[in-house]
């Protein structure tokens, strides 16, 4: 028994021993070239986004059943889902109600204006792709006459800017990235700061409860 335990011991703190001493007398110890020196290794200037930690959505019909909100959004109009069959308006749209379970849903135009609820700037652990602009703000905007309550970015504005309750309006930015398609998306900036993005700015605001 002695005898099992002892041969191993020795056998083991000899291995190592060794090669503790092969590593220090002939220079093979990872990572050293033959002479000594260290390898270079490169990181590319850029890296890909990879598609699936890429914050937006593809949009296409053959990506989401949601395609008809970036398409009037493409068009610079804010829209959702309403239930035809309890009348339920859903933000972000949906493709089932949430109330009743009805399928039977239509797209209605939402008002571009709104005001803000509350705000904050974000200044780290920003969605990959966004880390190079933090800080920026974002918002919760209620938008102007439908009860529809949504998260935004606020362009043009810093938190020392804005005040809760300022009035804002739509602004719809191309979203360039790796997609092999057109993506846009919606942000909201103080209103009549603009002079950015087509928006219908001058449409009245009951879309949703015609
Ligand atoms: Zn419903």
């Known amino acids: 028994m002695s005898?099992?335990?002892t041969p191993r011991t020795d056998g083991t703190e000899g291995e190592a021993?060794?090669?503790?001493?092969?590593?220090?007398?002939d220079g093979g110890r990872e990572g050293l070239l033959p002479d000594g020196g260290r390898r270079t290794v490169e990181l590319p200037d850029t890296i890909e986004l990879p598609r699936l930690l890429d914050f937006y959505e593809l949009q296409t019909a053959e990506h989401t059943r949601i395609h008809e909100f970036y398409d009037r959004l493409r068009e610079g109009v804010l829209s959702t889902t309403r239930c035809?069959?309890?009348?339920?308006?859903?933000?972000p749209p949906r493709v089932v109600c949430p109330e009743c379970t009805g399928e039977d849903l239509e797209y209605v135009e939402l008002?571009?204006?709104?005001?803000?609820?509350?705000f904050s700037a974000l200044r780290g652990g920003a969605p990959m792709g966004?880390?190079?602009?933090?800080?920026?703000?974002?918002?919760?905007?209620?938008?102007?006459?439908?009860?529809?309550?949504?998260?935004?970015?606020?362009?043009?504005?810093?938190?020392?800017?804005l005040d809760i309750g300022d009035p804002v309006e739509l602004a719809v930015v191309d979203v360039d990235g790796p997609a092999d398609h057109e993506r846009v998306f919606y942000r909201f900036e103080p209103a009549g700061a603009t002079g950015g993005e087509p928006t219908h700015g001058d449409r009245p605001a009951e879309h949703a409860e015609e």
């Open 17 to 25: 021993a060794t090669g503790r001493h092969a590593h220090g007398t």
């Open 130 to 161: 966004m880390a190079d602009e933090a800080p920026f703000t974002v918002g919760v905007v209620d938008l102007d006459g439908v009860d529809v309550r949504l998260s935004a970015r606020i362009d043009g504005a810093t938190v020392e800017d």
């Open 111 to 118: 008002p571009d204006t709104g005001t803000l609820y509350a």
């Open 3 to 5: 005898d099992d335990a």
């Open 84 to 91: 035809a069959d309890c009348d339920a308006l859903h933000y």
